[in-house]
């Protein structure tokens, strides 16, 4: 690593509430293929960390082993003070409940309409609501991403940026206090990236959430981020705010500010 | 590391040390590693199937799909299948003059070996290509991870769930197959001659023993799930891409048919061996 905020002796001094997401040593590989070797990244409550790096580097490794998705080889990820690999299923599945995930592809169930999509959940979490307070949760989740229209329409029937949209809606339905992003504006043009990142500052102001973006878009990782990580060679290389990366000069991190 | 038990290590092709394995024919240690994977993929559901939660309406709801969509394909072919075979099987049995037995040796061709063996042909083209192509696609789309982050099994409520209702609907394909078959077998009997429904009926019924329709019944069941298992072991572990998906639903049927034709020689050895009691 080269750089780290406290090196900075003049930066801002925003105070966070404490570690929700802890991450440290951490070494993950497929194979011959080392994605994550030693990566160490803390996030406090209130904190919105861009992660950036470039294709294929591990960053959506990253947070698929935060939410164990994938298991790591060694090392700790602690979220909510947890260990995530020596959780019972059960207790797994109730930290889950408070992380919301959008996936790179939005991975909507193919079969189900909007609706049920939403509904997915809310019912599997084992929350039992009455069906009326989950058809309100359902339109208010809808209306937060502007898409109430869409309820009763198939996954096949939206726009990539509408798949985007109900994607995070999904994941927010639940009201989440971490939100997992994995690249939430790639693949968009700039208008509806630019609504994407709008609802992504809606939902830090409404629930309140910290959370981690993955993103090549430097424009995203301006607005919606407090503090920018860089994953080079699967390690956390230099990790600070926008301005003090910005500023740095070295061949690894210059790259993403042009 | 302590992996808890729903993180799975993520398999790795084990390498072969140099010796024995290194005699065997490439091709042939695929064959084995493959049929290892699957017998562990098998292994898998029969440790998830007896745990809650039970998931019977997915069950339902995919029966009903499965069902629902290959109805009118094996009922078609099946029509056929009866009626070509009556028209064959005639001039063989006139020239014997044992015209007479034609409901008889139809009703025994199709009951035993005909419609089971061809209607989980044709399931497996169907139901299996379409299983297979289905996970393939969920999974590439991360629709698979999407479940397990939402607190379900995502082994149990698509895996699970699509096993147990091919394993039950295709026996009752097969069933209503070969009544078609038969009806298909009525229709050409009366080209020529002239017979009555219930004739032709207690004639076919008459000449089935338990150990006809037995048998042919069970072994259904395992027609159904090795259907259900191929197409859901090649759909759950697609490669990434829509390539892979592709080949995930053709393997899913061209080993599920394999797997057909050895389980039918399979319950054909069991049966001599009883002499089916
Ligand atoms: N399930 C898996 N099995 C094997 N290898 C994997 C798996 N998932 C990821 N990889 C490998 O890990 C590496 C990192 O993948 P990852 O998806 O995290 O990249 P990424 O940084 O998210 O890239 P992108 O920006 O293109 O999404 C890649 O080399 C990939 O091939
Ligand atoms: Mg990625």
């Known amino acids: 690593m080269i750089f780290r905020s406290a090196d900075m002796k003049n930066g801002p001094a925003v105070e966070y509430g404490e570690p929700v997401i802890e991450i440290a040593g951490v070494y993950k590989s497929f194979g011959n293929n080392h994605v994550l070797k030693d990566f160490n990244l803390t996030i406090n409550r209130g904190e919105n960390v861009v992660v950036l790096g470039k294709s294929g580097c591990g960053k959506s490794v990253l947070i698929k082993c935060i939410i164990g998705l994938l298991s790591y080889d060694a090392g700790s990820i602690k979220v909510f003070g947890n260990e995530i690999s020596q959780l019972p299923i059960a207790e797994l599945d109730e930290l889950r409940a408070r992380i919301g995930f959008v996936f790179q592809s939005s991975a909507l169930y193919d079969s189900m309409t909007v609706r049920e999509n939403l509904e997915f959940p809310l019912r599997r979490h084992g929350k039992h609501k009455s069906k009326s307070e989950v058809q309100g949760l359902v339109e208010e989740t809808l209306k937060d991403v502007g898409l109430l229209d869409a309820i009763n329409l198939m996954p096949s029937e939206l726009s990539g940026g509408m798949r985007k949209r109900i994607g995070l809606a999904r994941s927010l339905i639940l009201h989440p206090e971490i939100m997992l992003y994995d690249e939430p504006t790639t693949g968009l043009d700039p208008i509806t990236s630019g609504e994407i990142i709008n609802l992504m500052l809606n939902v830090q102001k409404k629930y309140n959430t910290t959370s981690i973006t993955i993103s090549h878009d430097m424009h995203c990782a301006k607005i919606t981020g407090n503090r920018l990580a860089i994953i080079v060679n699967g390690t956390n290389y230099s990790d600070g705010t926008f301005e003090e990366l910005s500023i740095i000069d070295d061949p690894q991190t210059h790259p993403f500010f042009e | ?277």
Not at chain 2, 74 to 92: D, E, Y
Not at chain 2, 137 to 148: G, H, L, Y
Not at chain 2, 216 to 234: N, R, S
Request: aromatic share 12%; proline share 4%.
């Open chain 2, 1 to 277: 590391m302590n992996n808890s038990p729903n993180i799975e290590p993520d398999k790795e092709v084990p390498e072969l040390k140099e010796g024995f394995f290194d005699l065997l024919p490439k091709g042939l240690i695929e064959f084995l590693n493959e049929a290892g994977e699957i017998a562990r993929f098998a292994g898998k559901f029969f440790k998830q199937v007896l745990r809650p939660p039970y998931e019977f309406k997915e069950v339902l709801k995919q029966a009903f799909e499965i069902g629902y969509r290959s109805l009118s394909l094996v009922s078609i072919t099946s029509f056929i299948i009866g009626l070509v075979l009556t028209l064959q099987s005639r001039p063989t049995l006139v020239e014997f003059g044992a015209e007479a037995w034609l409901p008889s040796m139809v009703g025994i061709s199709i009951i035993r070996e005909l419609g089971p063996v061809v209607i989980a042909l044709i399931c497996a083209g169907k139901i299996g290509s379409s299983i297979g192509a289905e996970l393939g696609s969920m999974k590439v789309t991360e629709q698979i991870d999407a479940m397990e982050v939402s607190g379900t099994n995502p082994f149990k409520y698509i895996v699970v769930t699509r096993i147990l209702s091919t394993t039950l609907t295709i026996p009752i394909l097969i069933i209503i197959g070969d009544a078609v078959a038969l009806y298909g077998s009525y229709l050409a009997v009366n080209i020529r001659g002239s017979v009555s429904f219930t004739l032709f009926f207690k004639q076919v019924f008459d000449s089935l023993e338990f150990s006809d329709v037995v048998p042919a019944f069970i072994k259904t069941f395992f027609f159904g799930f090795a259907i259900g298992l191929i197409g859901c072991y090649k759909g759950y572990n697609s490669k990434k891409g829509t390539e892979g998906v592709g080949r995930s639903a053709n393997s899913a049927v061209v080993i599920g048919s394999l797997l057909v034709f050895i389980i039918d020689l399979i319950a054909v050895q069991i049966t001599e061996f009883f002499g089916f009691l």
